[in-house]
């Protein structure tokens, strides 16, 4: 139960932020995109969306762009390699959270497998 | 409360998985996907290849022919950076196996160069000499690879997309009867592989159709 609740204190607070879940869970999935995709996906506003992609940006999960197509503006969105490990890691851990027996069960398996092998 | 938790986490787990397969769907559309454009290439394959096994055609008429290519990478161009990317570009992250097959084409191209160079040096016909046409030709056939990697990024797109471009860069420089010999010697590749694409380009255009109705209802839910 302690352990557990350790866990719990240990979720990166940032990742854990329902919005920026979503933000970071989409953007994963692409190499690139636009802002105007996120914001439909996402159901955030812009305003909204802004703030937590800022938040994300400087906490170095995201890069930013933004330059004109034409004459109209592009804000295009990236994740980094440290926002994808982050992502990561915050499943894992909310799984561990969630399913404590489970987690046991594959620690327990793992070490199994690598005394066997 | 660690069920209940849990549950609430299960339903948010399942829109996650849904919104993540929408935007995966939807960035094949940047890359892998070319739905209409896969249609029109399958058919341009057809339509070429039928109409360079008749003797009757006119240079004009082959240098009509070999712009179509050209046209048909332009429209496919505009579909996936526009019409199927209609809300905003999302670009698919790039697959391995794209470089490496566009390496082993530069590397045939390459060595296809300079073995005619050489046995042009070596049966002594350096009387090759470099006009308009030729200059077409040759500029085409070396920029192939940097072209494939640019805009042929689907498999059934690279095969015929090259067998088109090719064509087109002997019909550009007035080469007809090399152009016929080769839509003849390897045309039935590119047909086998149209014959795929094209039923293949109609049920990707369906998925669009689809994912479009799905963006709209998440658009009018939220």
């Known amino acids: 139960m302690r352990n557990n609740i350790e866990n719990c204190m240990k979720l990166d607070k940032l990742v854990h932020e329902p919005a920026r879940l979503v933000i970071l869970t989409v953007l994963v999935e692409a190499d690139e995109m636009e802002f105007r995709f996120l914001e439909e996906v996402s159901g955030l506003n812009k305003g909204n969306l802004s703030g937590h992609l800022s938040k994300l940006e400087e906490a170095g999960y995201v890069e930013v762009q933004k330059f004109f197509r034409g004459k109209v503006p592009v804000t295009s969105l990236k994740v980094t390699r440290a926002g994808r490990t982050a992502l990561q890691q915050y499943r894992t851990q909310l799984n561990e959270v969630l399913h404590p027996k489970q987690s046991v069960l594959t620690a327990i398996k793992k070490q199994f497998q690598s005394t066997s092998s | ?222």
Not at chain 2, 56 to 61: A, D, E, I, K
């Open chain 2, 1 to 222: 409360m660690n069920d209940t938790l849990s549950a609430e986490c299960h339903s948010s787990e399942e829109n996650l998985a849904t919104l993540q397969k929408l935007t995966r769907e939807y960035a094949k559309f940047s890359r892998e996907f070319a739905g209409l454009g896969h249609v029109l290439g399958g058919s341009l394959v057809f339509l070429l290849v039928y109409l360079l096994r008749r003797d009757s055609l006119s240079t004009w008429v082959g240098f009509l022919l070999g712009t179509t290519p050209i046209i048909w990478i332009i429209f496919k161009e505009w579909l996936h950076n526009s019409y199927y990317q209609f809300s905003g570009r999302v670009t698919q992250r790039a697959r391995r196996w794209h470089d490496w097959t566009v390496g082993i084409l530069a590397g045939l191209f390459a060595a296809a160069i300079v073995a005619t160079l050489l046995v042009y040096r070596l049966n002594e016909h350096w009387t090759w000499k470099l006009g308009l046409n030729t200059a077409v030709c040759v500029v085409l056939l070396i920029g192939m690879p940097l072209i494939a990697w640019r805009y042929l990024r689907a498999p059934y797109e690279f095969v015929t997309g090259i067998f088109l471009l090719v064509l087109s860069a002997f019909l550009l420089s007035g080469n007809l009867q090399i152009a016929t010999r080769f839509a003849r010697a390897l045309g039935f590749v590119a047909v086998v592989v149209a014959i795929v694409m094209v039923p293949a380009g109609y049920a990707e255009h369906m998925r669009f159709l689809k994912l479009r109705r799905n963006m709209q209802a998440l658009k009018g839910s939220a």
